[in-house]
């Protein structure tokens, strides 16, 4: 019988340029309107901005989550993980450090947007408390779709 247990040793840490090129590919896989790379590039070094990338045991980036901090609000821009190491444990596991970040810089109230239609994601968030606040009707295109605004106190 296959043992189920917590996802293999993983490192989380801010992105550095050498991970950009990846995390701009996990992106278009994971999204139809993806940021680009010179996007991410070009969010290096800003201040507010904590891009953390997910790293497995042998290197390989896993994941990635982008978040803004202004004064004592935040936005979750951004989380992914890898097509091929989905509903493992490693998008909760991203998520926590996001939390503690997030309350590290002072945030007490962490926003977000998600795509109406995504079940994974809004079960997610929800496990972490996240509620539903708001709709922004045809937030997104491609496919046009409204966002479900979120929010969690920290
Ligand atoms: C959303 C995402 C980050 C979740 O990452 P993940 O590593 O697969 O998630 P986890 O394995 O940690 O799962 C955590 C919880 O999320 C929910 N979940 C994740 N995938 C799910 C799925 N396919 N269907 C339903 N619930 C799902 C479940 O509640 C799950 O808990 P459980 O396994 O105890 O049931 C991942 O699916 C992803 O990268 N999607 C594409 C990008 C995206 O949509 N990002 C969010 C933008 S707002």
């Known amino acids: 019988m296959a043992e189920v247990g917590p996802p293999p040793a993983v490192t989380v840490s ?8 990846r995390v701009a590919e996990i992106e278009r896989e994971s999204f139809t309107t993806p940021w680009s790379e010179e996007t991410f590039g070009g969010l290096l070094g800003r201040s507010g901005v904590v891009i953390l990338v997910m ?6 980036i896993l994941g990635y989550s982008v978040l803004w901090c202004i004064l004592d609000q935040g936005e979750l821009a951004n989380i992914a993980i890898e097509s091929g190491h989905r509903r493992l444990g490693y998008g909760r596991l991203l ?25 994974a994601a809004i079960r997610l968030y929800e496990s ?10 045809d ?16």
Do not use: C, I, W
């Open 14 to 21: 801010p992105m550095r340029p050498e991970h950009v090129r």
């Open 55 to 60: 790293t497995g045991s042998d290197g390989e």
């Open 95 to 119: 998520l926590e450090h996001v939390l503690d970040e997030a309350r590290v810089r002072g945030v007490e109230e962490l926003f977000l947007e998600v795509r109406a239609s995504n079940a």
């Open 128 to 137: 972490f408390g996240f509620t539903r606040v708001g709709l922004r009707k």
């Open 139 to 154: 937030y997104y295109d491609r496919p046009r779709e409204d966002a479900h605004l979120m929010v969690v106190h920290l």
